[in-house]
């Protein structure tokens, strides 16, 4: 049972325009969401995260939206640059338990075309 | 560099052969996790050290898996008569106290069993 979805496998913008990631989740228990990126042959870099006691995050050209209602997140890149091109992982974790493990998406590519 | 390590990068194997993977984590990070990440799907949670205590298995750990995390420092992960279902990407991630999503990924150990 994927409880964390990502229904997009890629994604192909042009450069500027703006980049939209979209997540699903189903374990109302999760409280957390994070994104990561990662490239080819590397492990996932931590981008942006929030809680779910919020509904936005924004960290320069990186905002996550949270609609706890819908169960769902997105996030959005503006404007796209070629280097943001990489696989991007939704995930999520629950803070009540003591461990933290974290519950992946399947990932989704983005390309960022010049 | 402090980074999480990870050792070897790539590893090929034939069926049926044991190999053992390293993880060294951010020094100071008392927390260790283990995921694996097959093709077209995102990081799968494994287990779980804080300190060299075990606290959490995935039950994706068959009996043929055995982590260890000897003074709490770095962390080994073997897989006993390896099977071709076993190739797959390892991660290990560090994080310390007091930074519960604060996830740092090594840059994984690829395994192929041939």
């Known amino acids: 049972d994927q409880q964390v979805k990502q229904n997009s496998p890629s994604l192909s913008v042009q450069e500027g325009r703006i980049s939209i990631l979209n997540c699903d989740y189903t374990?109302?228990?999760?409280?957390?969401f994070l994104w990561y990126k990662k490239y080819p042959a590397e492990g996932p870099t931590f981008l942006i995260s929030?809680?779910?006691?919020?509904d936005k995050n924004e960290d320069g050209r990186f905002t996550v939206f949270l609609n706890k209602s819908a169960k769902h997140l997105s996030l959005h890149i503006v404007p796209s640059q070629p280097g943001d091109s990489a696989v991007y992982f939704c995930a999520a974790s629950d803070s009540g338990g003591s461990n933290y493990k974290l519950t992946f998406g399947k990932g989704t590519l983005l390309t960022v075309n010049p | 560099d402090t980074g999480v390590s990870q050792d070897p990068r790539h590893k090929i194997t034939k069926r049926g052969q044991n190999v053992t993977f390293r993880c060294d984590p951010i020094?100071?990070?008392?927390?260790l996790y283990w995921y694996r990440q097959t093709l077209g799907q995102g990081p799968e949670f494994l287990t779980y050290?804080?300190?060299?205590?075990?606290?959490?298995k995935s039950r994706l750990l068959s009996d043929r898996f055995s982590a260890e995390r000897p003074k709490g420092s770095f962390s080994t992960l073997e897989i006993q008569r390896t099977e071709q279902g076993d190739s797959a990407m390892y991660l290990c991630?560090?994080?310390?106290?007091?930074?519960?999503?604060?996830?740092?990924f090594g840059s994984g150990t690829r395994l192929t069993v041939v």
């Open positions: 929030i809680s779910s006691i919020k």
């Open positions: 020094s100071e990070h008392n927390r």
């Open positions: 374990n109302s228990m999760f409280d957390y």
């Open positions: 050290f804080q300190n060299e205590a075990q606290l959490e």
């Open positions: 991630a560090s994080r310390g106290a007091g930074t519960e999503h604060g996830y740092t």
